[in-house]
T-cell receptor
Framework: LAKTTQPISMDSYEGQEVNITCSHN???????ITWYQQFPSQGPRFIIQ???TKVTNEVASLFIPADRKSSTLSLPRVSLSDTAVYYC?????????????FGTGTQLKVEL | NAGVTQTPKFRVLKTGQSMTLLCAQD?????MYWYRQDPGMGLRLIHY???????AKGEVPDGYNVSRLKKQNFLLGLESAAPSQTSVYFC?????????????FGPGTRLTVT
């Protein structure tokens, strides 16, 4: 099963922009790329979703290159409350079927 | 509107015991999922359902069974629990296929098998 890989952890300070990249070499042709946020002892929560180029909502931006083999979640001006684990989710075309594959997660720590 | 709820929140089992985890959603979603989350492993799909009366295997289905007798409920069963099944279990639901539609997650069930 192909892996969806992310950096294990990142540190930042309040007010900075944070970019988290996910590598997904075997993404299925028609599948979207979705990012989730998870706080301790809670289920993941949807942040943003995209298919190609750039998507922006009130909390984040998502950048997807033309080959769609990676994606970058951008969090502008982070605060302490953005400390969480961030997961990317893609379909996986390995073996001919589509499977939900979450990345391994990136622990973001934001400090003052 | 409760969203996705899971019962129970915590459970301790002895090896060989059985139990059923209940997931309920009130959003009229067709798709439902069971994941397990282990430290450093992210979320892995156990089983999923694309509608009432249907089930399908995910990435790690061995040792688990599921049923979707009603659209709003998705049950995960462990027939003979093993220590390797110690994990946090999350249920989720979505309007359409999970890779293209937002999934709504429950609060999780923490299961320990001794």
């Amino acid at each position: 099963l192909a892996k969806t890989t992310q950096p294990i952890s990142m540190d930042s300070y309040e007010g900075q922009e944070v970019n988290i990249t996910c590598s997904h070499n075997n993404i299925a042709t028609n599948d979207y790329i979705t990012w989730y946020q998870q706080f301790p002892s809670q289920g993941p929560r949807f942040i943003i979703q995209g298919y190609k180029t750039k998507v922006t909502n009130e909390v984040a931006s998502l950048f997807i290159p033309a080959d769609r083999k990676s994606s970058t979640l951008s969090l502008p001006r982070v605060s302490l409350s953005d400390t969480a684990v961030y997961y990317c989710l893609v379909g996986d075309s390995t073996g001919g079927g589509n499977k939900l594959t979450f990345g391994t997660g990136t622990q973001l720590k934001v400090e003052l | 509107n409760a969203g996705v709820t899971q019962t129970p929140k915590f459970r301790v089992l002895k090896t060989g015991q059985s139990m059923t985890l209940l997931c309920a959603q009130d959003m009229n979603h067709e798709y439902m999922y069971w994941y397990r989350q282990d430290p450093g492993m992210g979320l892995r799909l156990i089983h999923y359902s694309v509608g009432e009366g249907t089930t399908a295997k995910g990435e790690v289905p061995d040792g688990y069974n599921v049923s979707r007798l009603k659209k709003q409920n998705f049950l995960l069963g462990l027939e003979s629990a093993a220590p390797s099944q110690t994990s946090v279990y999350f249920c989720a639901s979505s309007y359409g296929p999970g890779v293209n539609y937002e999934q709504y997650f429950g609060p999780g069930t923490r299961l320990t098998v001794t």
